[in-house]
């Protein structure tokens, strides 16, 4: 494959210090921390296969390239993935920032977290961007299932 990229996750000391959660709580969350990390490993290589996988069918979305609309379905995000992150052969470096999971009950979570992205303009200068993202995952047959996200900042796809 032609492009690479990595994501990684920064926690910040207070955070995680300040509540004594029992280890299965801490294992249920780390699932959802390591699966956000697994959608957005597909974002970044532009794997719209892998993306699908990851989503419900139905994935509704705030997010800047919706331009304020609420959109619904995985059309509006295919031509991101067929038109741009799958043409793209820079290097992309993903980090989430003091990621915050809340468990909804045994099949569903919600994460919020600050998602910075390094990544090569055209000129071969590095580049970063940043956006406040929170996902919405139900757990469907063992298997855990984006079915709603709103992000804010920067759109997924570097402008140059």
């Known amino acids: 494959r032609k ?3 990595s994501v990684q996750m920064m926690e910040s000391t207070e955070s995680s210090n300040t509540t004594i959660e029992d280890e299965d709580v801490k294992a249920r969350k780390q699932e959802i921390i390591k699966v956000t990390e697994q959608l957005i490993e597909a974002i970044n290589n532009g794997d719209f296969e892998a993306y699908t996988k990851i989503c419900d069918p139905g994935l509704t979305a705030f997010e800047p390239e919706a331009l304020g609309n609420l959109v619904e379905g995985m059309d509006f995000h295919r031509l991101y993935f067929e038109n741009a992150l799958s043409k793209s052969n820079k290097p ?7 990621p915050h999971v809340h468990l909804v009950g045994d099949d569903a979570a919600c994460i919020a977290y600050i998602r910075l992205t390094q990544y090569m303009d055209g000129s071969g200068m590095p580049k ?10 139900h757990r469907r047959d063992g298997k ?8 804010s900042g920067s759109p997924t796809v570097p402008l140059n």
Request: charged letters at 15%; proline letters at 0%; zero cysteines.
């Open 92 to 98: 992309i470096h993903t980090i989430i920032l003091n």
């Open 144 to 151: 855990w299932q984006n079915v709603h996200f709103h992000r």
């Open 3 to 5: 492009s690479s990229s």
């Open 128 to 137: 970063t961007m940043q956006s406040e993202e929170t996902r919405v995952w």
